[in-house]
């Protein structure tokens, strides 16, 4: 199977909360990523957290990590039209595995 | 911060030519960096590992002789690609392991290959 798993579509309403979720294989990952990418551009690092950690929060962006599951998820809160776009999780040890992608739609 | 510069951002080539896509790390040194390639509504697929100084690694299915790869200093690593065909047409994104910052990779900002 892949080795990064993330359900391929979210539909949330604008200033609901989203959560994407995500399951990696790799347990000697070291960080953890995600990742958004806007139509036609590159990837742009939204926050990332190191493998020792459960929880990072960063503004809007909070990030939970259960290693024992292998399970991360990505909570954006009051998610806004500019929000819509695809948001890659991906996992690191010796090089970078990414999962397939999950585009979030942003309803107004 | 780290930062990955990637050129050119888009190309448009003949069936035939080949094209090559340069990947520098401005503030760091990288002895490692990775190319990518992803297809339409599909993720990043790694296509080959660039060492510094020595072979690329390529992951199964990437042909060596079509996608060369050359890293011949630590902060530049190229990308040509050989005789390019239409199905070659996708988008090539380039990351750099950067060991002595909070976190290992960092992107260049990708490469839109067309070709016609």
């Known amino acids: 199977g892949e080795d990064v798993e993330q359900s391929l579509f979210l539909s949330v309403r604008e200033g609901d909360s989203s959560v994407i979720n995500c399951t990696y294989t790799d347990s000697s990952s070291t960080y953890l990523y995600w990742y958004k990418q806007e139509p036609g551009a590159g990837l742009q690092l939204l926050t990332y957290i190191f493998s020792n950690m459960d929880m990072k929060q960063d503004q809007r962006l909070t990030v939970l990590l259960n290693k024992k599951d292998k399970h991360l998820s990505l909570r954006i809160a009051d998610t806004q039209t500019g929000d819509s776009a695809i948001y890659f999780c991906?996992?690191?040890?010796?090089?970078?595995?990414f999962g397939a992608g999950t585009r979030l739609t942003v309803k107004p | 911060g780290a930062v990955v510069s990637q050129h050119p951002s888009r190309v448009i080539c003949k069936s035939g030519t080949s094209v090559k896509i340069e990947c520098r790390s401005l503030?760091?040194?990288?002895?490692?960096m990775f190319w990518y390639r992803q297809f339409p509504k599909q993720s990043l697929m790694l296509m080959a590992t660039?060492?510094?100084?020595?072979?690329?690694?390529?992951e199964q299915g990437v042909e060596k002789d079509k996608f060369l790869i050359n890293h011949a200093s630590l902060t530049l690593s190229t990308l040509t690609v050989t005789s390019a065909h239409p199905e070659d047409s996708s988008f090539y994104i380039c990351?750099?392991?950067?060991?002595?910052?909070?976190?290992?990779?960092?992107f260049g900002s990708g490469t839109r290959l067309t070709v016609v």
């Open positions: 991906a996992e690191s040890g010796n090089d970078m595995r």
């Open positions: 990351s750099a392991r950067n060991t002595g910052g909070t976190y290992g990779y960092t």
């Open positions: 660039s060492n510094e100084g020595s072979k690329a690694t390529y």
């Open positions: 503030d760091f040194q990288a002895t490692t």
